[in-house]
């Protein structure tokens, strides 16, 4: 499983841009593997591992810190950002597994 954070759209379209060029790496080389994707909102991410989704970067890298019980916080704030979007997808994803579990079994 490939968990993905979508591309949120800012005004700074250059680096939208390049973000999306390197998702999208990523996402062919797992279509072609037959890797399933999930993607997860920024706003998502950061409700999972904080509580809110309008976390700052410092409560995220605190939280995901906190949460996998590093000694020292993930340097840079983008490999903290990258461990939470794993800490959200194990953990809703795990959820949404069993919801859709339920429902096939309902059937």
């Known amino acids: 499983m490939l968990a993905v954070e979508r591309v949120f759209a800012d005004a700074n379209v250059a680096s939208v841009m390049t ?3 390197a998702t999208a790496v990523a996402l062919l080389v ?3 593997r037959g890797i399933p994707v999930a993607f997860h909102t920024p706003t998502e991410v950061k409700a999972a591992v904080t509580g ?3 976390a700052a ?3 995220v890298t ?3 810190t906190r949460i996998l019980g590093l000694e020292v916080a993930p340097r840079p704030a983008d490999a903290a950002d990258a461990l939470a979007l794993a ?3 194990l953990w809703r ?3 949404t597994e069993r919801l859709a579990a339920l429902a096939r079994a309902a059937r």
Do not use: D, F, I, L
Request: proline share 0%; hydrophobic share 35%; glycine share 10%.
């Open 19 to 21: 973000t999306a060029h």
């Open 57 to 59: 970067k410092s409560q």
């Open 30 to 32: 797992a279509a072609k």
């Open 52 to 54: 809110s989704g309008r």
């Open 62 to 64: 605190t939280m995901v």
């Open 87 to 89: 800490v959200c997808h």
């Open 93 to 95: 994803g795990q959820a």
